[in-house]
Every structure is written in C-alpha cells, then in structure tokens.
C-alpha cells in the first residue's frame, strides 16, 4: 500500500462498477491528482454474464475475467476484503489476502460490492447447491454435471444413476433460465460419448416461486422462453418453491419429490451484507441509499452503484411512478459506473453532480447454442426476436460489452473455433483439490505389519 501526500480514492470492489469507474477516474483526472485504490478480495473482474456459456463450455474461464492491475496500470489494486469503515476517522480496514487487517485513509469513496446469492433457511439448502456468481461457480458447475454422467455411465445401481442424472435448477430469472438452457444443451449434447447414458435419460427441472420466467424480457418472450424449454423436454414448475433437499432428496411445495445429484441456485441476489458493517445509510432492503446522483444520503465524498446501491429511476419517475428504482443489472452498472467516475472528479475539483439517467435498452438472453430471447426498446417501439437471430443478437451484444478488447477477440475465437471443433466435455473435477493424489503419494507409508510368532497367533485366535 502506498502512503502519498496527494488524496486518495478508494474503490471498494473491482467488479463492473468498481473496475468501470476507477477506469473513468484515472482517464479524466490530471497527472497527480490523486492515488486511485481498488481493493477486491478477487485480483479480477467478472464478466457474470458469461457464466452460463462458461459453465456450458462455451467459452474459456480465463476469458470471462478480465486481470485488474492489467487493465487498471496506473491504479493501486489491493486483494483484500474492506471489512469495514470508519467515517469519523476517514479510514476503511483492510482484510489481506494473507496477514493481519491494516488501516487505509481516503479523503472520496467508491462504494461497489454488487450482490450475493439471496437464499432462504431450506434444509440442505447450503450443503448441496450450487450458486451462478463467480467464475469459479461456473467451473465447478460444469465439472460437477459431467462428472454425473461420468457417474450414471459407470455404476449398476439404477438409483445412484437416477440421482447422477437428475438437475434441478431453482430460480427462472436471467441466471437461472440462462444456466439450465446452456448446461441441458451441453449435458444432452455430451450424452453421445457415454454408451449407457442416453439424451432422454436425463431429468432437468427447473422451479420458480413467480408464475414466469424471464421476467426480464416481458410476459410474452418470458412465455416463449418457458414453453421452448418444455419443448426441449425440460419440467418447468412455476408458483411452487422448494422446502428442502437434505442430501439431494428434493421437496417442493407442489408436492413433487426427487433425489437430485445436482442442484443450482439462482433464486435472486440480495446486496452485499458487508455493507451492514459499513455505517452508512441503508435502503429497506439492504441497499445503500444513493441520490439520483450517485452520492450516497447525507455525505459528499462516498458515491455508490450496481448492484450495492438502491439508485432512483429518473426515467420511471420522469414518467410517474415516484418509487421507481434501476433494476441490478450490467446495463445499469455500467452506465452509472462512468457517471459515478465523473462525479467523483467533479466532487474533488468542487464542481456540481451530474444526474444519472438510462432509458432501459432491452434485454437479450441465450438459452443454449441457437436458442435465445432479445427485446430492444427503441424510443416507444419494441423489437422481441427469438430463436436463432435473438441468439446472434445476444453474443453480439456480450461479445462487445465484455471489457477490453483482448477478452472481446478471445470470447470471439472461443466462439469461432467451436464453430468446427466439436465441443469439449471432459470432467476436470479433481481441479478443485489438485494435491491429493500428490498428498497420497507423499505421505509418510503406515508402519508394516509385524508378523506374529506362531505361538502367539495360536493364543490370539
Ligand atoms: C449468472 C449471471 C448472469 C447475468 N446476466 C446478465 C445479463 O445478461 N445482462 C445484464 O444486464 N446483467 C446480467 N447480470 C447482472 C450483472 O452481472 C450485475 O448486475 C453486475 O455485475 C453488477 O455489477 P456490480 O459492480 O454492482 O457488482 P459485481 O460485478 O458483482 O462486483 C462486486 C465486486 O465486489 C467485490 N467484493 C465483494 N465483497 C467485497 C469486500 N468486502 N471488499 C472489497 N470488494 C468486495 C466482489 O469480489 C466483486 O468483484 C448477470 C448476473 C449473473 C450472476
């Protein structure tokens, strides 16, 4: 860490938001002005919504990430965890990767901690699922489900396979339909190698607590999304919820109960709940309470956005509605990222806020390879494609939005090279603890049995 005369802006968070506006700061301030800091217990960001296709095999892990003090040179990039802040005093606590915690003054604060999985006290819940937030989910999802066919082609006992080829999926929002129609494809696609594992022995299931899914694309796309599913042989129970999965033995509300080898959840995400250390003024819902200018109630040198942040919908309240809110997401984080940058450097030169205002563009969904939904608002008019064009329309939509130029033209050869090599699906699982076989091997041999005499054997029997 850095100790500097000049003042310091201290990004909590290097995800979208976070990697966004330290970029927009470093680019408008002059030479000195002050030292930019972003502090992330991860040393990269996350492009989330590259995760299904990740978990799918689409595209290469290492290509959803993008390296923070690559792209951010001129800034200090601490892995480390804010745990929390002191306003009195002007300092954040540091938690390091290794070491003791330390003390970091700042004089302007970024507040970008995004959101966690929302999840709910379900029995077994914490043991067998699986979230969607981080890259590591999605290679651990992947490893997971292949290894479950490795699983089902390999055993006799026809429930162990029945459980190995049964998924379950909880929540039909962006993630949630996004991850089953991208690994469904893949796992049914994969099905080919195994000669005692066919397409159709495979049970996907995916459950929401809402009567659609997709919400995100409207009623009529959302419909479209659910019955294409169907139509792929997926069971979509709408209006139910799970009671419990007590080692794989799911429960839902409707009554259905089946034993699972794989369960992921996507069931919403709520904010950060370090904020809560954070002293600052929080929404009802765990967000901090930002002004339509980024700046957080009642300061004016902490600004907030993304997913952390509860920002007002000027559009919607423009338009009417007085409780209207930014919804979490990419379109929304990025965009407040670049005005937060800028007011930020206008805070510190003393000059007025900018107001934050984004009319929603639409929304775009894959749901497998040539699968997808894509709505464009353009002014009053609505354009909603499905299928195979709403597909182009999605990868060229992410494709660019994915940040730097190095990841757009990987994501793009990733998607090339699939074009004529067929897809990859081997399980790697033993990734996840590569020193086994090597701890097996080193470890100290156990002492060899001494034989017994004869005599002595004779008295112990
Ligand atoms: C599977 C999936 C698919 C999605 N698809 C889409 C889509 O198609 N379109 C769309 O618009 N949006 C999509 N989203 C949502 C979008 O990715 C988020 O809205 C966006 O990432 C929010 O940005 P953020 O900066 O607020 O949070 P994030 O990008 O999550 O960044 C938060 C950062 O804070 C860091 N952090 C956490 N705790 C601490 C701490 N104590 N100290 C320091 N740092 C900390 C985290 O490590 C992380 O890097 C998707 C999300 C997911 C999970």
């Known amino acids: 860490m850095s100790t500097t005369e000049r003042p310091r802006i201290l990004v909590v968070g290097g995800g979208y938001v976070g990697l966004y506006a330290a970029r927009r700061i470093l680019k408008k301030m002059r030479y000195g002005e002050a030292t930019v800091t ?141 991850t089953i129609g991208e690994v469904e494809d893949m796992a049914r696609d994969a099905a080919k190698y195994y000669t005692n594992v066919k397409r159709e022995d495979m049970r996907f299931i995916l459950v929401d607590a809402a009567d659609k899914i997709l919400p995100e694309v409207g009623p009529k796309l959302g419909t479209w999304g659910r019955e294409h599913l169907e139509s792929r042989g997926i069971e979509v129970f709408l209006g139910t919820s799970m009671d419990s999965c007590v080692d794989g033995h799911v429960v839902l509300k409707n009554g259905l109960e089946v034993d699972a080898g794989t369960l992921v959840w996507t069931a919403g995400v709520k904010p950060n709940p370090a904020l809560a250390r954070f002293g600052l003024p929080l ?35 423009r338009a009417g509605n007085p409780n209207a809110w930014c919804p979490p997401n990419a379109q929304h984080a990025l965009r407040q990222a670049k005005v937060l940058g800028d007011n930020v450097i206008s805070g510190m030169r003393g000059f007025p806020q900018k107001e934050y205002s984004h009319a929603n563009k639409g929304a775009v969904a894959g749901l497998g390879l040539h699968k997808g939904v894509a709505m464009i608002n353009l002014g009053k008019m609505k354009i909603k494609l499905r ?67 004869e005599g002595e054997k004779a008295k112990a029997s």
């Open 38 to 178: 972003v502090v992330d217990p991860r040393s990269y960001m996350t492009y989330q919504p590259f995760l299904p296709e990740t978990a799918a095999g689409n595209i290469s892990p290492r290509h959803v990430v993008v390296p923070l003090r690559r792209v951010l040179p001129k800034a200090e990039v601490l892995t480390g965890r804010v745990t929390t802040i002191d306003q009195d005093r002007k300092v954040a606590t540091v938690a390091p990767l290794v070491g003791e915690s330390y003390e970091l003054p700042f004089d302007y604060l970024v507040i970008a901690l995004g959101a966690v999985s929302r999840t709910f006290p379900i029995p077994g819940l914490a043991e067998q699922g699986i979230g969607m937030k981080g890259v590591e989910e999605a290679i651990g999802l992947r490893n997971h489900v292949l290894e479950q066919l490795d699983k089902a082609d390999s055993t006799t006992d026809e429930e162990v396979r029945r459980k190995a080829l049964t998924f379950v999926f909880v929540g039909g929002g962006f993630a949630g339909a996004e």
């Open 283 to 317: 929404g009802p819902r765990g967000h901090v309470d930002t002004s339509e200018k980024l700046q957080v109630q009642g300061t004016d040198y902490i600004w907030a956005a993304g997913d952390n942040a509860q920002v007002p919908d000027m559009v919607g309240r």
């Open 387 to 453: 299928g195979r064009l709403a597909w182009y329309m999605h990868r060229a939509y992410h494709g660019m939005a994915v940040p730097t130029w190095n990841r757009k033209i990987r994501v793009f050869a990733d998607w090339t090279l699939a074009m004529f090599l067929k897809r990859e699906v081997v399980s790697l699982g033993a990734i996840e603890s590569p020193r086994e076989e090597f701890y097996e091997a080193a470890k100290p041999a156990p002492a060899p049995a001494v034989a017994k005499p």
